[in-house]
């Protein structure tokens, strides 16, 4: 069974037809980019898959579970995590408790455990510590574990942001556009640390990107959309050579 598939969706907003006809299928284990000019409706598919949008038309199965009408934080709940192109930190929170904070969905108990601090209280707790140190030690992390978002530089921001999405054990990672605003240095760490993610956790990874260098350094398929409608996929060789992708990109005076 595919973890992800997309049928015939489309969606409108107002007279506007934003994506048309798309079409998605990820089995386990995949990293896709997703790529295609400014407004091309990229951001759009992630919002529909993530439940920040229901789709006008075509349906969305994450794990075979028909996702029409959820909120996101079901969809979270079936294992899709997200970041975003312009990073969204709690900047005046420990890099620490960002982490912690992303597991609010799955507590496990209520506002009375909270106030008496009971067991349940101390064993959920104690489980989301775990996973946050797990994580920034795995990432790289743990020397910024109590510094404010806000006074980090903007790689290590990324990189705090996407250990945030992975605290949630996600099957689907959904990432937009990681490398925007990185210098050479932080694109190079950012295709390693992608990389690493990859081969060492079982997920599945949907990318939009810009930079070409990190969608061929990482993405084993690549999928090419340009005003909302699919134009071309494959391999990132496939891709480069693919004269409408060209044309979309750079104009007819350039292919």
Not at 60 to 66: M, S, Y
Not at 169 to 196: C, F, M, Q, T, Y
Request: with cysteine.
């Amino acid at each position: 069974m595919s973890l992800l598939t997309i049928d015939s969706m489309s969606q409108r907003f107002g007279g506007l037809l934003a994506v048309s006809d798309f079409n998605l299928e990820m089995k386990g284990g995949e990293l896709m980019g997703l790529i295609g000019p400014n407004g091309a409706g990229k951001t759009t598919i992630f919002n529909l898959i993530s439940g920040f949008y229901q789709p006008t038309e075509g349906v969305i199965k994450l794990d075979g579970h028909p996702t029409a009408k959820m909120r996101p934080h079901q969809v979270t709940s079936l294992g899709v995590a997200r970041t975003f192109q312009n990073i969204r930190l709690w900047h005046d929170m420990t890099v620490l408790d960002n982490i912690r904070v992303s597991q609010h969905y799955r507590l496990g108990y209520h506002m009375w455990d909270s106030i008496i601090r009971g067991k349940r209280f101390r064993e959920c707790e104690k489980r989301i510590l775990d996973i946050a140190n797990e994580l920034l030690e795995a990432m790289d992390l743990k020397d910024y574990a109590q510094e404010l978002p806000k006074n980090l530089p903007y790689g290590l921001q990324r990189r705090v942001e996407i250990a945030r999405a992975m605290s949630i054990r996600p099957k689907l990672l959904l990432l937009d556009e990681p490398a925007a605003g990185l210098n050479s240095a932080d694109v190079e760490d950012l295709i390693k640390l992608v990389g690493w993610i990859h081969e060492n956790y079982d997920i599945t990874i949907l990318m939009i990107e810009h930079q070409m260098k990190v969608v061929t350094s990482l993405c084993q398929w690549i999928k090419v959309i340009d005003f909302g409608s699919t134009i071309a996929e494959g391999t990132a060789e496939d891709i480069q050579s693919n004269p409408t992708v060209i044309k979309a990109y750079l104009g007819d005076d350039n292919i």
